[in-house]
């Protein structure tokens, strides 16, 4: 893994948004960091929670890259990346990440970060907004891409490409594509549509 080019995959895949052609965002990465797709030994996926479209589409992808190139896999959460790049902004302290998990309900994972690294507290689990704000208290800090969203108080604060790049760089367990899934809390449920009735 190359991981100094972990600032020009940030630029090019926070630049893109959503709607980017996600094989020409590596082919500008690529080309960019001036490496060849052979020189890439090992990806790491982010596993969400957040756009389940999205983080599909990229585990997709991923799978396909180990498939081809026998590439290592990692997958990391969102939430960690927001307590990695929380603690690269210098926000310390007990900190509370929450992401949108709609239906007026959201993410929440609390971790402790110090100057020297950070520890999660609470796992991920899903919560009301004002559960959230009770167990944050008064003088919780409140981050995630649309905190103030939810409380005037929050920071934003968006899980970077290169904070994923320096988690991955540190760990080494990896998964094979198959086992890489979204981090979705809800259980999921299908209800069979009733039968449409015949002509009479």
């Known amino acids: 893994m190359r991981t100094d080019g972990s600032a020009i995959a940030a630029e090019v895949v926070e630049a893109g948004g959503r709607g980017s052609n996600a094989f020409g965002m590596i082919e500008q990465t690529l080309a960019e960091a001036k490496i060849e797709r052979e020189q890439i030994d090992m990806l790491a996926v982010g596993l969400g929670p957040g756009s389940y479209t999205g983080i599909r ?34 926000v310390l302290g007990r900190i509370s990440v ?6 007026n309900e959201l993410y929440l994972a609390t971790y402790e970060i110090t100057p020297d690294g950070w520890r999660e507290i609470a796992s991920l689990k ?61 259980e999921t449920n299908f209800v069979k549509a009733t039968p449409a009735r015949g002509a009479n």
């Open 57 to 90: 589409a990229a585990i997709s992808l991923a799978q396909g890259w180990q498939l081809a190139r026998g590439v290592k896999l990692l997958g990391i959460s969102s939430a960690e990346c927001l307590a990695a790049q929380a603690q690269t902004e210098k």
């Open 98 to 103: 929450v992401i949108d998990a709609q239906r």
């Open 126 to 186: 899903i919560s009301s907004p004002a559960e959230v704000q009770s167990q944050a208290g008064a003088d919780g800090i409140l981050i995630g891409p649309e905190a103030t969203r939810w409380f005037p108080g929050g920071r934003i604060i968006f899980p970077r490409a290169a904070a994923l790049a320096e988690l991955a760089a540190r760990r080494n367990n990896f998964v094979s594509g198959e086992k890489l899934e979204p981090i979705y809390l809800r």
